[in-house]
């Protein structure tokens, strides 16, 4: 099960950390994403962090701003947005990924996911 929280009105150029905490399973062998979906579109890819916190993947849209982590010992995961623009307002949702590949190196495909939280409103006001 995972539980993301953190979400909140924030204004143009501000700042939120989300973060997902999973329960059951062993949290350190799946590769963790980000997603997120703005009302009447489609969910699409944020970010990802390999099952070490190695390696990460970014969409072009929030590369250089967000920031993706984890803290296994906790079995969270975080996404750090910095100067937030007000079309990053949607629902944002973490995921986890069983795959070997996925494990090992993240991805951003929301098929290879196979667990997700209920999802954190982020609304950005200009």
């Known amino acids: 099960q995972l539980q993301a929280s953190g979400g909140g009105l924030v204004q143009a150029g501000g700042s939120l950390r989300l973060s997902c905490t999973a329960s059951?399973?062993?949290?350190?062998?799946?590769?963790m994403g980000w997603f997120r979906q703005a009302p009447g579109k489609e969910r699409t890819f944020v970010a990802s962090i390999n099952r070490s916190g190695v390696t990460t993947k970014y969409a072009d849209a929030v590369k250089g701003r967000f920031t993706i982590s984890r803290d296994n010992a906790k079995n969270t995961v975080y996404l750090q947005m910095n100067s937030l623009k007000p079309e990053d307002t949607a629902v944002y949702f973490c995921?986890?990924?069983?795959?070997?590949?996925?494990?090992?190196?993240?991805?951003?495909?929301?098929?290879?996911?196979?667990?997700w939280g209920q999802g954190t409103q982020v609304t950005v006001s200009s």
């Open positions: 059951g399973g062993t949290f350190s062998n799946y590769g």
């Open positions: 995921a986890a990924a069983a795959s070997r590949i996925c494990s090992d190196y993240g991805c951003r495909e929301l098929r290879s996911y196979v667990y």
